[in-house]
């Protein structure tokens, strides 16, 4: 059994760095990098980095206080502040592509889970997956908590995976557009309404 600087039980000590990385996410989203990266993917890699120095421990019951009650709160708060209407009305076409984008994830994820065997608990991993493609990390948390993947090895590892992916993904879009070919064949809108008002 692996130990950590704060053991398990040590609950003040832990919820002081949970709220200690939950306070970095908040003023890292106030930074053009946290901006990209979303406060809930900040906080989660401070205290996935924590957890691999062995500082904070992989399991804790303070975890499932998040898990069970923090997390659910956090989801229709966030969709209180959303105006789902003048989403629905301003989006257009780009909800349409949306919503083709999340029918393409899924469908991947089913091709995915029958092509790469991740044992028993695999299933839960191809949902927690879809979902942090689809929604975000706020999906991820959530699905996590649905499907019964909690705290643990399998949890870090996967966030592991998760953080490892979208950092080459994000890479790989940043790179797009700086690709002379890739501009020839999507020209920018914007561009060529300044060649058309200059002429």
């Given at each position: 059994m692996t130990t950590s600087?704060?053991?398990?039980?040590?609950?003040?000590?832990?919820?002081?760095?949970?709220?200690?990385?939950?306070t970095i996410g908040f003023w890292a989203e106030r930074t053009p990098w946290g901006a990209k990266l979303s406060g809930a993917v900040v906080t989660i890699l401070v205290t996935f980095i924590l957890s691999n120095l062995r500082i904070i421990p992989p399991d804790a019951p303070a975890y499932g206080v998040v898990w069970s009650y923090l997390v659910p709160l956090a989801i229709p708060l966030l969709l209180f502040q959303a105006d789902l209407f003048r989403i629905v009305w301003e989006a257009g076409?780009?909800?349409?592509?949306?919503?083709?984008?999340?029918?393409?994830?899924?469908?991947?994820?089913?091709?995915?889970?029958?092509?790469?065997?991740?044992?028993?608990?695999?299933?839960?991993l191809a949902a927690i997956f879809c979902a942090t493609y689809i929604g975000g990390s706020v999906n991820f948390a959530a699905t996590a908590e649905s499907t019964g993947l909690r705290a643990g090895d399998l949890?870090?590892?996967?966030?592991?995976?998760?953080?490892?992916?979208?950092?080459?993904?994000?890479?790989?879009?940043?790179?797009?557009?700086?690709m002379k070919w890739l501009r020839g064949i999507f020209p920018n809108q914007r561009s060529q309404e300044n060649t058309n008002s200059s002429q």
């Open positions: 600087l704060i053991n398990p039980n040590q609950d003040f000590a832990l919820w002081a760095v949970l709220l200690s990385a939950a076409f780009t909800l349409i592509a949306y919503g083709i984008g999340a029918v393409g994830t899924i469908l991947g994820t089913v091709v995915a889970y029958y092509l790469i065997p991740l044992g028993e608990q695999g299933w839960q949890l870090s590892a996967g966030v592991a995976a998760d953080n490892l992916v979208m950092t080459l993904y994000f890479l790989v879009l940043f790179a797009l557009p700086s």
